[in-house]
């Protein structure tokens, strides 16, 4: 019975070993995206050295086992700060000269002048100069903090069980961007990078009989990210954050997006004007008229016509008193009101000749 379930699981075994070794090798492409997104320069290439930048944790791998002499971390990260420098807004941003092994650099410039000095003579051409950079790079990966967060769940029932378990690592970056000139740092990044390990397992535990026959069967799987995919994407990332910082200070500029011609504008017809049909006097009436409910009355209108009244004062002569006037006067006055009484007006006699003829 043993052997029919071994036989099985051991060719189960064997052939993922076979799958594993069988995969063939992948060229890495960036791992922070917004890298090649980033918008060209204005200004062209900008020369960039990069100094000393490696591993300053001092921490080995960890283990709950034992103690580990590996290291946390690559020792290879100046590698990584130089290929994103280099990758930066798809290579349009920086040309980087070579500082890490500069001593092999003027070496071989060295043995090429001997070289031809020894061939050519006199006539031997001069190497060119070398080109020196305005600003340099440098920094390093400053922390690795294992085991930030950790934990885990399982569970067993009538012998079969199962689990899972998750741990979190930090490692942090820093760059600084150093002008050669004035000797100032004008630039200081830090970025940091959460590191994710997962395990999952599941465990058989049974006994087939009431003999010593006994079946035990655990599986797990580990999954942990590569510590050197992280540093690797915290790196690009600084490289994104030291542009756009840069770019903010006025070290630099982004090129302004060329204009784009709209073409023809569509002219949009003007909508028809809607005539209004033309109205009685009564419809005019009734929409200029107001509405008065019952609790608020329409005003009365009331005309106020001013009349002016002219007073005329008559200025009597001084003469006789009342009652002692003469008859002269008396008759001047009827005469006087005798000529106002009678009509100017001339009188018409008929002739009372023609009148008994006809």
Request: glycine share 8%; with cysteine; net charge negative.
């Amino acid at each position: 019975m043993m052997k029919r379930l071994l036989i099985p699981l051991l060719a189960f075994v064997l052939s993922g070993c076979t799958t594993l070794a069988s995969q063939p090798p992948t060229v890495l492409e960036v791992a922070y995206k917004p890298l090649v997104e980033v918008p060209e320069p204005d200004q062209g290439k900008i020369v960039l050295a990069v100094y000393q930048f490696g591993d300053l944790t001092g921490q080995q791998k960890p283990n709950t086992n034992f103690g580990e002499m590996s290291k946390a971390v690559t020792q290879g990260s100046v590698n990584l700060l130089i290929k994103a420098l280099k990758d930066a807004g798809d290579g349009k941003w920086f040309r980087v000269v070579e500082r890490d092994s500069l001593q092999s650099l003027l070496q071989e410039r060295k043995l090429i002048r001997t070289t031809r000095q020894m061939t050519q003579g006199d006539q031997a051409q001069p190497l060119g100069p070398m080109l020196y950079a305005g600003a340099y790079i440098t920094g390093g990966i400053v922390g690795y903090d294992s085991n930030t967060l950790s934990g885990g769940a399982g569970a067993r029932y009538l012998g079969i069980g199962g689990r899972a378990e998750y741990r979190h690592d930090t490692v942090t970056v820093v760059l600084r961007l150093i002008n050669v000139v004035s000797g100032e740092v004008e630039l200081a990044i830090m970025a940091e990078k959460t590191i994710l390990s997962v395990s999952t397992g599941a465990d058989v535990f049974k006994y087939l009989d009431t003999d010593t026959q006994l079946l035990e069967i655990e599986v797990g799987v580990a999954k942990n990210e590569p510590v050197t995919y992280a540093v690797r994407k915290v790196i690009e990332a600084s490289v994104v954050e030291l542009i756009n910082a840069g770019e903010v200070k006025g070290l630099w500029s982004y090129k302004p997006e060329p204009w784009v011609n709209p073409g023809v504008i569509e002219v949009l017809e003007p909508e028809p004007e809607v005539v209004k049909p033309a109205q009685g006097i009564l419809d005019i009436l009734e929409e200029n008229e107001e509405v008065y409910d019952d609790y608020k009355k329409k005003p009365e209108v009331v005309e106020v016509i001013e009349v002016e009244i002219e007073e005329e004062i008559e200025v009597m002569e001084v003469g006789d008193p009342p009652g002692q006037s003469n008859g002269d006067d008396l008759d001047e006055s009827l005469e006087e009101l005798d000529e106002e009484i009678t009509p100017n007006t001339p009188v018409i006699t008929p002739d009372i000749a023609k009148i008994l003829r006809g």
